[in-house]
Protein backbone atom coordinates (compact mmCIF):
# COMPACT_ATOMS: atom_id res chain seq x y z
CA UNK A 1 0.00 0.00 0.00
CA UNK A 2 1.36 3.63 -0.96
CA UNK A 3 1.89 5.43 1.97
CA UNK A 4 0.15 8.66 1.64
CA UNK A 5 1.75 12.06 2.99
CA UNK A 6 0.94 14.33 5.20
CA UNK A 7 -0.79 18.31 4.53
CA UNK A 8 -2.56 20.65 6.83
CA UNK A 9 -3.68 24.56 7.00
CA UNK A 10 -3.96 25.33 10.35
CA UNK A 11 -4.84 28.66 11.97
CA UNK A 12 -6.06 30.47 14.73
CA UNK A 13 -8.80 28.41 15.35
CA UNK A 14 -8.97 25.54 13.29
CA UNK A 15 -6.76 22.92 11.83
CA UNK A 16 -7.62 21.56 8.77
CA UNK A 17 -5.53 18.22 7.62
CA UNK A 18 -5.67 15.75 4.78
CA UNK A 19 -3.72 13.20 3.16
CA UNK A 20 -2.53 13.26 -0.29
CA UNK A 21 -1.04 10.68 -2.74
CA UNK A 22 2.56 11.36 -3.70
CA UNK A 23 2.70 12.71 -6.97
CA UNK A 24 -0.57 14.31 -6.44
CA UNK A 25 -1.86 17.73 -4.74
CA UNK A 26 -5.69 16.79 -4.52
CA UNK A 27 -6.46 16.43 -0.48
CA UNK A 28 -7.95 13.34 0.90
CA UNK A 29 -9.89 12.47 4.20
CA UNK A 30 -10.51 16.61 4.66
CA UNK A 31 -10.69 17.03 8.64
CA UNK A 32 -10.78 20.19 10.37
CA UNK A 33 -10.39 19.99 13.69
CA UNK A 34 -10.42 22.83 16.90
CA UNK A 35 -7.53 23.74 17.69
CA UNK A 36 -8.46 24.57 21.81
CA UNK A 37 -9.25 21.31 21.79
CA UNK A 38 -5.78 20.32 21.61
CA UNK A 39 -2.27 20.69 23.57
CA UNK A 40 -0.30 21.26 20.76
CA UNK A 41 0.76 20.05 17.15
CA UNK A 42 1.49 16.94 17.83
CA UNK A 43 -1.46 15.84 19.61
CA UNK A 44 -3.67 17.08 16.75
CA UNK A 45 -2.30 15.39 14.14
CA UNK A 46 -1.92 11.88 16.14
CA UNK A 47 -5.94 12.63 16.55
CA UNK A 48 -6.07 13.40 12.91
CA UNK A 49 -4.05 10.29 12.03
CA UNK A 50 -5.88 8.26 14.53
CA UNK A 51 -9.36 9.32 12.78
CA UNK A 52 -8.60 8.70 9.23
CA UNK A 53 -6.99 5.31 10.32
CA UNK A 54 -3.62 6.17 9.07
CA UNK A 55 -1.46 5.74 12.46
CA UNK A 56 1.15 3.40 13.33
CA UNK A 57 2.29 0.88 10.32
CA UNK A 58 0.16 3.70 8.11
CA UNK A 59 1.22 6.99 9.33
CA UNK A 60 2.68 9.55 6.63
CA UNK A 61 6.24 9.80 6.87
CA UNK A 62 6.51 12.91 4.47
CA UNK A 63 4.16 16.47 5.65
CA UNK A 64 3.48 19.88 4.88
CA UNK A 65 2.06 21.80 7.38
CA UNK A 66 0.98 25.42 6.76
CA UNK A 67 0.31 27.73 9.62
CA UNK A 68 -1.07 31.16 9.96
CA UNK A 69 2.41 33.19 11.68
CA UNK A 70 5.66 34.29 10.41
CA UNK A 71 8.12 30.86 9.54
CA UNK A 72 11.60 32.34 10.12
CA UNK A 73 13.90 28.98 12.30
CA UNK A 74 13.14 25.92 14.22
CA UNK A 75 10.64 27.74 16.21
CA UNK A 76 7.68 28.12 15.28
CA UNK A 77 4.89 30.28 17.65
CA UNK A 78 1.16 30.87 15.86
CA UNK A 79 0.37 34.17 16.00
CA UNK A 80 -3.80 33.32 17.48
CA UNK A 81 -3.33 30.23 18.70
CA UNK A 82 -1.05 29.29 22.15
CA UNK A 83 0.38 26.43 19.69
CA UNK A 84 4.24 27.19 19.35
CA UNK A 85 6.54 23.87 18.29
CA UNK A 86 10.05 23.05 17.71
CA UNK A 87 9.95 22.14 13.97
CA UNK A 88 13.09 19.39 14.50
CA UNK A 89 11.46 18.21 17.72
CA UNK A 90 7.88 18.05 15.82
CA UNK A 91 10.02 15.97 12.92
CA UNK A 92 11.16 13.51 15.12
CA UNK A 93 8.11 12.50 17.43
CA UNK A 94 6.14 12.42 14.44
CA UNK A 95 8.70 9.92 12.63
CA UNK A 96 9.03 12.45 9.58
CA UNK A 97 11.28 11.73 6.75
CA UNK A 98 10.23 15.12 5.27
CA UNK A 99 8.79 18.14 7.19
CA UNK A 100 8.35 21.29 5.60
CA UNK A 101 6.35 24.04 6.86
CA UNK A 102 5.05 26.91 5.13
CA UNK A 103 3.07 30.71 5.66
CA UNK A 104 -0.43 29.93 5.07
CA UNK A 105 -0.74 33.19 2.86
CA UNK A 106 2.36 30.99 1.05
CA UNK A 107 0.05 27.79 0.79
CA UNK A 108 -2.60 30.48 -0.66
CA UNK A 109 -0.31 31.55 -3.43
CA UNK A 110 1.00 27.56 -4.35
CA UNK A 111 -2.50 26.34 -4.27
CA UNK A 112 -3.73 28.88 -7.53
CA UNK A 113 -2.58 27.46 -10.02
CA UNK A 114 -4.25 24.05 -8.71
CA UNK A 115 -7.81 25.38 -8.49
CA UNK A 116 -10.34 24.55 -10.99
CA UNK A 117 -11.36 26.64 -13.00
CA UNK A 118 -15.15 26.53 -11.84
CA UNK A 119 -13.69 27.88 -8.45
CA UNK A 120 -12.15 31.33 -9.91
CA UNK A 121 -14.76 33.58 -11.18
CA UNK A 122 -13.90 36.31 -13.45
CA UNK A 123 -13.43 39.89 -11.60
CA UNK A 124 -11.64 41.63 -14.72
CA UNK A 125 -11.14 40.29 -18.14
CA UNK A 126 -7.72 40.30 -19.51
CA UNK A 127 -4.98 38.34 -21.11
CA UNK A 128 -2.28 36.72 -19.06
CA UNK A 129 1.13 37.07 -20.05
CA UNK A 130 3.24 34.02 -20.17
CA UNK A 131 5.74 33.13 -17.95
CA UNK A 132 5.17 36.78 -16.19
CA UNK A 133 4.49 36.95 -12.15
CA UNK A 134 1.38 36.59 -10.49
CA UNK A 135 -0.34 38.42 -7.27
CA UNK A 136 -2.17 36.23 -4.88
CA UNK A 137 -4.31 38.64 -2.45
CA UNK A 138 -6.53 38.40 0.08
CA UNK A 139 -8.40 40.00 3.32
CA UNK A 140 -9.16 37.96 6.34
CA UNK A 141 -7.61 38.00 9.83
CA UNK A 142 -5.38 40.30 8.11
CA UNK A 143 -4.35 41.22 4.44
CA UNK A 144 -2.27 38.80 3.17
CA UNK A 145 -0.17 39.41 0.31
CA UNK A 146 1.95 36.90 -2.16
CA UNK A 147 3.56 36.46 -5.82
CA UNK A 148 4.02 33.69 -7.65
CA UNK A 149 6.48 32.98 -10.50
CA UNK A 150 6.93 29.99 -13.14
CA UNK A 151 10.34 28.54 -12.49
CA UNK A 152 11.94 26.66 -14.87
CA UNK A 153 11.22 23.50 -12.93
CA UNK A 154 8.32 24.50 -10.06
CA UNK A 155 6.53 27.54 -9.04
CA UNK A 156 8.66 30.06 -7.45
CA UNK A 157 6.62 31.50 -3.99
CA UNK A 158 6.92 35.43 -3.39
CA UNK A 159 6.30 35.73 0.40
CA UNK A 160 6.23 39.40 1.23
CA UNK A 161 4.40 42.05 4.12
CA UNK A 162 2.79 44.20 1.59
CA UNK A 163 -0.37 44.16 3.79
CA UNK A 164 1.93 46.56 5.95
CA UNK A 165 2.40 49.01 3.10
CA UNK A 166 1.01 52.96 3.93
CA UNK A 167 -2.81 53.80 3.27
CA UNK A 168 -3.05 55.94 0.13
CA UNK A 169 -6.41 58.20 -0.04
CA UNK A 170 -7.34 58.76 -3.54
CA UNK A 171 -10.14 61.31 -2.35
CA UNK A 172 -11.69 63.69 -0.38
CA UNK A 173 -13.79 60.59 1.46
CA UNK A 174 -10.70 59.05 2.26
CA UNK A 175 -8.97 61.18 3.69
CA UNK A 176 -11.17 61.97 6.19
CA UNK A 177 -11.28 58.06 6.82
CA UNK A 178 -7.45 58.15 6.86
CA UNK A 179 -7.60 61.12 10.20
CA UNK A 180 -10.29 59.02 11.52
CA UNK A 181 -7.70 56.13 11.49
CA UNK A 182 -4.96 58.06 12.29
CA UNK A 183 -6.22 59.52 15.06
CA UNK A 184 -6.77 55.97 16.50
CA UNK A 185 -3.64 53.98 15.16
CA UNK A 186 -0.85 56.78 14.36
CA UNK A 187 0.16 55.13 11.38
CA UNK A 188 -2.40 53.40 9.20
CA UNK A 189 -0.85 50.61 6.94
CA UNK A 190 -3.59 48.88 4.30
CA UNK A 191 -4.06 46.34 6.23
CA UNK A 192 -6.10 48.30 9.04
CA UNK A 193 -8.74 49.20 6.86
CA UNK A 194 -8.69 45.72 4.39
CA UNK A 195 -9.21 43.03 7.12
CA UNK A 196 -12.25 41.26 8.93
CA UNK A 197 -11.43 44.30 11.84
CA UNK A 198 -10.50 46.68 9.16
CA UNK A 199 -14.09 46.32 7.57
CA UNK A 200 -15.87 46.88 11.11
CA UNK A 201 -13.93 49.87 11.89
CA UNK A 202 -14.32 51.11 8.05
CA UNK A 203 -18.08 51.11 9.24
CA UNK A 204 -17.62 52.85 12.69
CA UNK A 205 -15.08 55.46 10.66
CA UNK A 206 -18.25 56.12 8.35
CA UNK A 207 -20.89 56.51 11.18
CA UNK A 208 -18.53 58.56 12.96
CA UNK A 209 -17.84 61.02 10.00
CA UNK A 210 -21.80 61.03 9.72
CA UNK A 211 -22.63 61.77 13.02
CA UNK A 212 -24.70 58.62 13.46
CA UNK A 213 -24.83 55.43 16.08
CA UNK A 214 -23.18 52.67 15.51
CA UNK A 215 -25.67 49.68 15.08
CA UNK A 216 -24.05 46.88 13.97
CA UNK A 217 -20.77 44.98 16.10
CA UNK A 218 -19.53 42.81 13.46
CA UNK A 219 -18.19 42.52 10.32
CA UNK A 220 -20.85 39.97 9.20
CA UNK A 221 -23.79 41.98 10.84
CA UNK A 222 -22.05 44.72 8.71
CA UNK A 223 -22.28 42.89 5.29
CA UNK A 224 -25.80 41.31 6.34
CA UNK A 225 -27.33 44.88 6.74
CA UNK A 226 -25.97 46.35 3.25
CA UNK A 227 -28.65 45.98 1.39
CA UNK A 228 -31.09 47.83 3.93
CA UNK A 229 -28.83 50.10 5.99
CA UNK A 230 -26.94 52.83 3.55
CA UNK A 231 -23.74 52.98 5.97
CA UNK A 232 -23.34 49.60 5.46
CA UNK A 233 -23.84 49.72 2.08
CA UNK A 234 -21.46 52.82 1.74
CA UNK A 235 -18.64 51.21 4.00
CA UNK A 236 -19.08 47.40 1.52
CA UNK A 237 -18.53 49.55 -1.30
CA UNK A 238 -15.67 51.57 0.00
CA UNK A 239 -14.00 48.49 0.89
CA UNK A 240 -13.40 47.08 -1.98
CA UNK A 241 -13.04 50.21 -4.17
CA UNK A 242 -10.21 50.72 -1.53
CA UNK A 243 -9.47 46.87 -2.18
CA UNK A 244 -9.26 47.58 -5.79
CA UNK A 245 -6.67 50.72 -4.90
CA UNK A 246 -4.14 48.51 -2.97
CA UNK A 247 -4.45 45.39 -5.63
CA UNK A 248 -3.68 47.56 -8.43
CA UNK A 249 -1.13 48.71 -6.93
CA UNK A 250 0.55 45.61 -5.97
CA UNK A 251 0.42 44.34 -9.42
CA UNK A 252 2.63 47.25 -10.47
CA UNK A 253 5.04 46.43 -7.75
CA UNK A 254 5.21 42.82 -8.31
CA UNK A 255 4.80 43.46 -12.49
CA UNK A 256 1.89 41.00 -12.22
CA UNK A 257 0.96 40.54 -15.86
CA UNK A 258 0.08 36.68 -15.24
CA UNK A 259 -3.15 37.86 -13.31
CA UNK A 260 -4.29 38.81 -10.11
CA UNK A 261 -6.01 36.20 -8.06
CA UNK A 262 -8.34 37.32 -4.70
CA UNK A 263 -8.31 34.67 -2.27
CA UNK A 264 -9.05 34.13 2.08
CA UNK A 265 -12.67 33.68 3.43
CA UNK A 266 -14.12 37.72 3.19
CA UNK A 267 -14.34 38.10 -0.23
CA UNK A 268 -16.21 34.80 -1.77
CA UNK A 269 -19.20 36.46 0.44
CA UNK A 270 -19.09 39.46 -1.08
CA UNK A 271 -18.97 38.74 -4.77
CA UNK A 272 -22.64 40.00 -5.51
CA UNK A 273 -21.43 43.31 -4.19
CA UNK A 274 -17.81 43.50 -6.45
CA UNK A 275 -19.70 44.43 -9.68
CA UNK A 276 -21.64 46.86 -8.12
CA UNK A 277 -18.81 48.33 -6.41
CA UNK A 278 -15.77 50.82 -7.95
CA UNK A 279 -13.21 47.82 -7.89
CA UNK A 280 -12.09 47.65 -11.39
CA UNK A 281 -12.35 51.46 -11.70
CA UNK A 282 -9.83 51.69 -8.92
CA UNK A 283 -7.79 48.67 -9.73
CA UNK A 284 -7.12 50.89 -13.49
CA UNK A 285 -7.07 53.94 -12.32
CA UNK A 286 -3.47 53.99 -12.33
CA UNK A 287 -2.44 57.26 -14.48
CA UNK A 288 0.05 56.81 -17.39
CA UNK A 289 -0.33 52.82 -16.25
CA UNK A 290 -3.69 52.79 -16.73
CA UNK A 291 -3.71 50.58 -19.69
CA UNK A 292 -1.42 47.90 -17.80
CA UNK A 293 -3.27 47.47 -15.23
CA UNK A 294 -6.71 47.48 -17.10
CA UNK A 295 -5.38 44.18 -19.30
CA UNK A 296 -4.25 42.28 -16.10
CA UNK A 297 -7.06 39.56 -15.59
CA UNK A 298 -8.35 39.56 -12.19
CA UNK A 299 -10.16 36.47 -10.62
CA UNK A 300 -12.09 35.68 -7.49
CA UNK A 301 -10.69 32.44 -5.82
CA UNK A 302 -14.06 30.51 -4.55
CA UNK A 303 -12.25 27.36 -3.43
CA UNK A 304 -12.02 26.89 0.29
CA UNK A 305 -9.01 24.12 0.08
CA UNK A 306 -6.55 26.21 -1.57
CA UNK A 307 -4.15 26.27 1.58
CA UNK A 308 -4.30 22.52 1.33
CA UNK A 309 -3.33 22.40 -2.70
CA UNK A 310 -1.00 24.75 -1.66
CA UNK A 311 0.57 22.62 0.88
CA UNK A 312 0.54 19.33 -1.32
CA UNK A 313 2.45 21.35 -4.65
CA UNK A 314 4.76 22.66 -1.84
CA UNK A 315 5.66 19.25 0.01
CA UNK A 316 7.92 18.62 -3.19
CA UNK A 317 8.85 21.33 -4.61
CA UNK A 318 12.16 22.43 -4.84
CA UNK A 319 11.89 26.23 -4.54
CA UNK A 320 10.07 25.70 -1.06
CA UNK A 321 12.35 24.82 1.81
Avoid at 42 to 63: K, Q
Avoid at 97 to 103: D, G, H
Avoid at 217 to 236: G, H, I, K, N, Q
Avoid at 239 to 266: E, P, Q, S
Wanted: charged share 20%; with cysteine; glycine share 10%.
Amino acid sequence: MTRPALIGDIGGTNARFALVTPGAVEPQHILSLPCADYAGLVEAVRDYLARVEHSGELAPREACLAFACPIRGDRVTMTNNPWTFSRAEVQGLLELTLFKVINDFTAQALGVPHVAEADRVEVQPGEAVPHAARLVIGPGTGLGVAGLFPGRHAWIPLPTEGGHVTFAPTDEREQNLLRHFRNRYGRVSVERLLCGQGLHDLYLAHCSLKGANPVHASPAEVTAAADVDPLARDTLLRFLKILGDVCGDAALTLGARGGVFLCGGILPRLLDWLPQSRFREAFAAKGRLGAYTAAIPVHLVTAHLTGLLGAAEALHNEEVQ
